[in-house]
Structures are given as structure tokens and as C-alpha cells.
């Protein structure tokens, strides 16, 4: 139930083609849920996220659409450049009871690759 | 200007001889993990600490132990570095993570 199911696993894109990248979870607890982009040899860094209570975010290129009925939400990149080349992990977290700390479940990452 | 930052960026330990990873963080956040990230995985919590209060994995072997003096920075043991725990090493606070310490195991 902790799980956080991450599609597809690889994905590469023409440059100016749109990044699709899909995740669902089980736990109706979770209330927040960022993506990370990561690039080799780099740690993980907050791209956008989402609460539950909206269905869509955008921050420039970058929109998270939510479902929360189905459970599911994904990454949409718009006008994909070859410097968006890396690794996306989507995540979900429960806020801790008082006094304990939110806690991050990972999807299994996709690596983006987009051509030029 | 980097908030969680972790030293060494790169090391290199034999097998069976004990390595202490560092992280400090700038943003005087409760909260501070430790991850384990090995190649093409998603990273994996070892433990966290909120405030002075440490939170172990169930799954974390006993041979990672970690230290947090106060609220900016945190340590982490590994008191017999095996092969297997070759691995990027992840510091974060809240939803901010370092760069990675590389561990390699010789």
C-alpha cells in the first residue's frame, strides 16, 4: 500500500516533443507529491509538486496533472530540450503525526533521454 | 547558494574499515535523512532524525550508524563498509537533497 508505481521506465523524445511520464499509488493518506529530476552523479532536486486538493500545477514547461480519484498523477514537459536528459522520480509523502517527519515514497524513476 | 551540502563529494574506503559521510544544512530544518541510492534505483531511506530524535528503517543494517551534534549537520557511520554498500550516499532536509557523497569499496 506504500507503493508509488512509475511508467515507463525509459522514454526518450524528439527535441520540442512533450515528456509524458505516469505514476499511481494505493494509499489515499498521501497528500503530497513532488518530482525530482535527477542527472548523473547529482542528488535529486525538487522539479514541481502537487497537493491533492488541485488537479493541475504548471511552472513554466514543467505540469503536473493529478487524478485523484484514479489515483494517479503525472509529469507532462512541454517542448522537451536535450538538457531535460535525466532521471525523474515521482514521490508521494504522508505528513507525520506531531512531532515526526514526513516521509517520501519513490517511483522506481524513468530516464529521459531527448534527442536533439 | 547550497543548502545541504555533504563532504566528501567522493570517497574511497576498504573493505571493512569505518568511513564517516558528513552533511550540513543551511535552511535550520527539524528534519535531516540519510538515503542510499545505488545505480539506476531510487533512493532508499536509511533513517532520519527529527530534531535530536532518531528514526531507523526497519531494513537498515546495523552496520549504518548516524550522529546528528545539532540542528546543522549529521553523520553517517558505516562501521564495516562492505562491497555492497558501494552506493551515492544522500543527505536531505525536508524536500532539499545534497549532491551525493560516492562511496567506493575496494
Known amino acids: 500500500q506504500q507503493q508509488v508505481k512509475q511508467s515507463p521506465q525509459s522514454l526518450i523524445v524528439q527535441k520540442g516533443g512533450i515528456s509524458i511520464i505516469n505514476c499511481a499509488y494505493e494509499?489515499?493518506?498521501?497528500?503530497?507529491f513532488p518530482w525530482y529530476q535527477q542527472f548523473p552523479g547529482k542528488g535529486p532536486a525538487l522539479l514541481i509538486a502537487?497537493?491533492?486538493?488541485?488537479s493541475e500545477k504548471k511552472e513554466g514547461r514543467f505540469t503536473i496533472s493529478f487524478n485523484k480519484s484514479a489515483k494517479q498523477f503525472s509529469l507532462h514537459i512541454m517542448d522537451s530540450q536535450p538538457g531535460d536528459s535525466a532521471t525523474y522520480f515521482c514521490?508521494?509523502?504522508?505528513?507525520?503525526?506531531?512531532?515526526?517527519?514526513?516521509?517520501?515514497?519513490f517511483g522506481s524513476g524513468t530516464q529521459l533521454t531527448v534527442l536533439p | 547558494d547550497a543548502m545541504v551540502i555533504q563532504n566528501p563529494r567522493y570517497q574511497v574506503t576498504q573493505f571493512g574499515k569505518p568511513v564517516t559521510l558528513s552533511c550540513s544544512q543551511t535552511?535550520?530544518?527539524?528534519?535531516m535523512y540519510w538515503y542510499q541510492q545505488k545505480s539506476s534505483q531510487a533512493p532508499k531511506l536509511l533513517f532520519h532524525?527529527?530534531?535530536?530524535?532518531?528514526?531507523n528503517e526497519a531494513d537498515t543494517p546495523d552496520n549504518f550508524q548516524s550522529r546528528r551534534p545539532n540542528t546543522s549537520f549529521c553523520f553517517l557511520d558505516i562501521r564495516s563498509p562492505g562491497l555492497g554498500d558501494a552506493a551515492m550516499y544522500l543527505c536531505?532536509?525536508?524536500?532539499?537533497f545534497g549532491p551525493g557523497t560516492r562511496l567506493t569499496v575496494l
Open positions: 514521490a508521494a509523502s504522508i505528513k507525520g503525526a506531531s512531532g515526526s517527519a514526513r516521509q517520501l515514497t
Open positions: 494509499n489515499t493518506a498521501f497528500d503530497y
Open positions: 532524525y527529527y530534531d535530536k530524535d532518531f528514526n
Open positions: 536531505a532536509t525536508e524536500q532539499f
Open positions: 535552511l535550520n530544518h527539524n528534519v
Open positions: 502537487i497537493r491533492p486538493d488541485v
